[in-house]
């Protein structure tokens, strides 16, 4: 399996920040990479899907980029709603595999 | 609006098989993957597998021996059956659409997640 490393696993920020989480792949993923939104308590949204294609309705505050084995999620300026866990998952090879989650909390 | 909404029993003794079921709505089941992902209670997302609407599956090859996957298009729904249950399989189950066509996969819509304890 692919193995996706998150970092870091946790941050403190506050808001009007901007934030940075960091997906490395163990092997190439070309640019079959989602990133999801998790709040306590909910299930995950698609956020970006293809490393870096909005999904409808995010706020375009929501960026990713990368290919390949490294990828970034960015959120350009932190709202008071995005404190949550975010993930990570590719699917460019079975089984598709997440990372371990970062979550963002506020400062 | 696709919603999904999980449903089963919330306690699983160890060794018995679990089964979930999920029901669709707002959105045909046809020409998608339907997924079941779970989350043990403080950790990470793990893909179960997925079954699309003409019936075909893929499994994760570490449950693959337990798990079977079915759907029920007429009644929207499709179901989860894992055998032989341990502590392990305590975890929250969210059943989800696969949105993409192939090897890839995108969750686009998800149920709320049905939590499972394990216990005798």
């Known amino acids: 399996d692919i193995q996706m490393t998150q970092s870091p696993s946790s941050l403190s920020a506050s808001v009007g920040d901007r934030v940075t989480i960091t997906c490395r792949a163990s092997q190439s993923v070309t640019y079959y990479l989602n990133w999801y939104q998790q709040k306590p308590g909910k299930a995950p949204e698609l956020l970006i899907y293809?490393?870096?294609s909005f999904q409808s309705g995010v706020p375009s505050r929501f960026s990713g980029s990368g290919s390949g084995t490294d990828f970034t999620l960015t959120i350009s300026s932190l709202q008071p709603e995005d404190f949550a866990t975010y993930y990570c998952q590719q699917s460019y090879s079975a089984p598709p595999t997440f990372g371990g989650g970062t979550k963002v909390e506020i400062k | 609006q696709v919603q999904l909404q999980e449903s089963g029993p919330g306690l699983v003794k160890p060794s018995e098989t679990l089964s979930l079921t999920c029901t669709v709505s707002g959105g045909s089941m046809s020409s998608y993957y339907w997924t079941w992902i779970r989350q043990p209670a403080g950790k990470g997302l793990e893909w179960i597998g997925r079954?699309?609407?003409?019936?075909?599956?893929n499994y994760n090859p570490s449950l693959k021996s337990r798990l079977t996957m079915s759907v029920d298009t007429s009644k929207n729904q499709f179901s989860l059956k894992l055998t032989s249950l341990t502590a392990a399989d305590a975890a929250v189950y969210y059943c989800?659409?696969?949105?993409?066509?192939?090897?890839?996969?995108?969750?686009?819509?998800w149920g709320q997640g049905t939590l499972v304890t394990v216990s005798p």
């Open positions: 293809a490393a870096s």
């Open positions: 989800a659409r696969d949105r993409s066509w192939g090897t890839a996969v995108t969750l686009d819509y």
């Open positions: 079954v699309y609407s003409n019936g075909s599956t």
